[in-house]
């Protein structure tokens, strides 16, 4: 399903605790605290990063965060509330991210993956997103993640 009225925009600072509080109990769990509202504050304000958040009758539902490199970019975190998930959000969220990395020149995203999240691995390929490794104890020394990418310009032959 597909929610019509879903609205993606730039994160106002007054979304940052919401934020913060998203990412420490749908995706930091078990490993610390590091997006917190006050770092997230810090990211809004970050000149080589986009932080977006998803609105349904203007109740944040999704959020994503992407650093922007010279020629390639990091999606760094994604969430949709619970409610709010298999309802094309999170695609909406990345696609929206996927045009500005385009505009900015960008050739490639990366994306890390709990290797546990089987959901997100399945979600990220749906999108176009390939495996690149495994690596053990990427997050934190505590558990190993999936590197996955996807390139955003097609490669031509020229003949």
Not at 9 to 30: C, P, Q, T
Not at 53 to 60: E, N, P, Y
Not at 76 to 85: M, S
Not at 137 to 152: F, H, P, T
Request: hydrophobic fraction near 45%.
């Amino acid at each position: 399903m597909l929610v019509d009225e879903t609205h993606i925009e730039f994160a106002k600072l007054s979304d940052a605790n919401e934020i913060g509080i998203m990412s420490k109990n749908d995706i930091e769990r078990g490993l610390g605290w590091r997006y917190t509202p006050e770092s997230v504050v810090k990211l809004i304000h970050d000149s080589e990063k986009n932080v977006v958040v998803a609105r349904v009758a203007s109740k944040l539902v999704g959020f994503g965060i992407m650093t922007y490199h010279e020629d390639q970019a990091n999606l760094d975190l994604l969430a949709v509330k619970r409610n709010y998930q298999r309802m094309k959000i999170g695609t909406q969220i990345v696609q929206w991210l996927e045009k500005v990395a385009i505009t900015a020149g960008v050739f490639n995203i990366f994306v890390q993956v709990r290797v546990s999240n089987t959901g997100a691995v399945a979600f990220y390929k749906r999108l176009g997103f390939l495996v690149l490794e495994e690596k053990k104890g990427y997050y934190r020394g505590i558990e190993a993640g999936i590197i996955l990418a996807k390139s955003l310009r097609r490669m031509f032959n020229a003949q």
